[in-house]
C-alpha cells in the first residue's frame, strides 16, 4: 500500500493471467549488510499475476509454476503463499492447453498481443479473474468481457480508488471514447494505442471522423453520458460490416450507456476483429 497511495490496488499488468490478495508481505530480514527492510511498507494490496512470470528467459517449451516463478525477494512474500501457488498452476495449465492448440510457442502468447488477449478472454470464460473486482461475480454474463478490457487498459477503470467496476453507472464519452479508439486500433495493428492522461489521440481521431454527436459539430463534451441511441449510431457509422452483429440485442433508445454496455459492445468489436479484418466505413486510420 505504501508503493501504491491512493490506490486500492497494486500494479494491474497488462498481461495478468490471475489475481491475489496476501494482507502482509511476510519478508524474513536478517542482519546482514544491505537486506531489504520494509518498514512500514508491509501491508499489500489485491495484486495480479503476469504471465511474463511464469515464461524463462532463455528456455522454450517450460511453464514455471508454484514457487520457481519470476519474482523479486519482496514481492516473493504474496506469491510464495497457497492463494497465489493454486493461481499459478491453474494459469500454467490452460497455458499449456492454449499453446498447444494454438500451435505455437508459449513465449508467443507473452509477446503477441492478440494471443495473449485470446488467452485471457479464455481464462476469464471459465470464471478465471485476472483483476480485482468486488462487485463483479464469477458468472456475471460480462465476466469476460470486463475483465479483459479492464486487465489490459483498453478500458480504463474509472476509479482506481475502489475494487469496483461499478457496471450499472454510466459512463461518460470521454472514456468511451478513447476505449472504442483504443480497441480499432488494437484489432486493426495488435497493438493498443498508448494511455495519455487525457487520452487526446483517441478523441480527436473520432472527433475527425464526425462522431461528436453534440448540439455543436466541434464540440465533443467528453464529461456527458452518451445515449444507447448516440453509441449505435457511433458503431454504425465507423463499423458497418460489423455493426449488426456488434449492436445485436442492444437497446436503441435514450437511456445513457453504462459501464456495463461499454464493456459488452466494446469486446464484441474487438472479438469480431480478431476473427476477420474490421472494415471502416469512414477514412478513418485507426
Not at 475483465?147 to 454510466?170: E, R, W
Not at 464493456?263 to 474487438?270: H, K, P
Request: charged letters at 15%; proline letters at 7%; aromatic letters at 8%.
Amino acid at each position: 500500500a505504501k508503493f501504491f497511495p491512493g490506490q486500492a490496488r497494486a500494479r494491474t499488468f497488462v498481461d495478468s493471467v490471475g489475481i491475489g490478495q496476501y494482507h502482509y508481505l511476510d519478508v524474513h530480514p536478517n542482519h546482514a549488510e544491505g537486506h531489504v527492510e520494509l518498514g512500514d511498507g508491509h501491508e499489500a494490496l489485491p495484486f495480479t499475476l503476469p504471465l511474463s512470470a511464469l515464461i524463462p528467459l532463455d528456455t522454450n517449451g517450460l511453464i514455471l509454476s508454484s514457487k520457481s516463478i519470476g519474482t523479486t525477494h519482496i514481492t516473493n512474500a504474496a506469491y510464495r503463499m497457497h492463494p497465489m501457488e493454486w493461481a499459478i498452476g491453474e494459469a500454467g495449465g490452460h497455458l499449456a492447453a492454449f499453446a498447444i492448440e494454438q500451435g505455437v510457442e508459449i513465449r508467443q502468447v507473452v509477446d503477441q498481443p492478440n494471443l495473449r488477449w485470446q488467452f485471457q478472454g479464455r481464462l476469464t470464460q471459465q470464471g478465471i479473474p485476472i483483476i480485482w473486482f468486488n462487485d463483479l461475480s464469477h458468472d456475471d454474463p460480462d465476466f469476460a468481457a470486463i475483465q479483459v478490457l479492464s486487465t489490459t487498459g483498453l478500458l480504463a477503470i474509472a476509479d482506481p480508488q475502489t475494487l469496483n467496476f461499478n457496471p450499472q453507472q454510466p459512463i461518460s464519452r470521454f472514456r468511451l471514447g478513447a476505449a472504442l479508439a483504443k480497441v480499432l486500433e488494437a484489432t486493426a495493428t495488435g497493438d493498443p494505442l498508448p494511455s495519455t492522461p487525457l487520452a487526446l489521440p483517441e478523441l480527436e481521431a473520432l472527433v475527425a471522423e464526425g462522431l461528436a454527436l453534440d448540439h455543436h459539430p466541434k464540440t465533443f463534451s467528453p464529461e456527458q453520458s452518451i445515449t444507447h441511441q448516440e453509441l449505435a449510431t457511433w458503431i454504425e457509422r465507423m463499423l458497418s460490416s460489423c455493426s449488426g452483429s456488434v449492436l445485436a440485442g442492444f437497446p436503441v433508445d435514450q437511456q445513457a450507456v453504462t459501464h456495463r454496455d461499454a464493456a459488452r459492445v466494446l469486446y464484441r468489436i474487438w472479438q469480431w476483429g480478431n476473427l476477420q479484418p474490421l472494415t471502416f466505413s469512414g477514412s478513418s486510420s485507426l
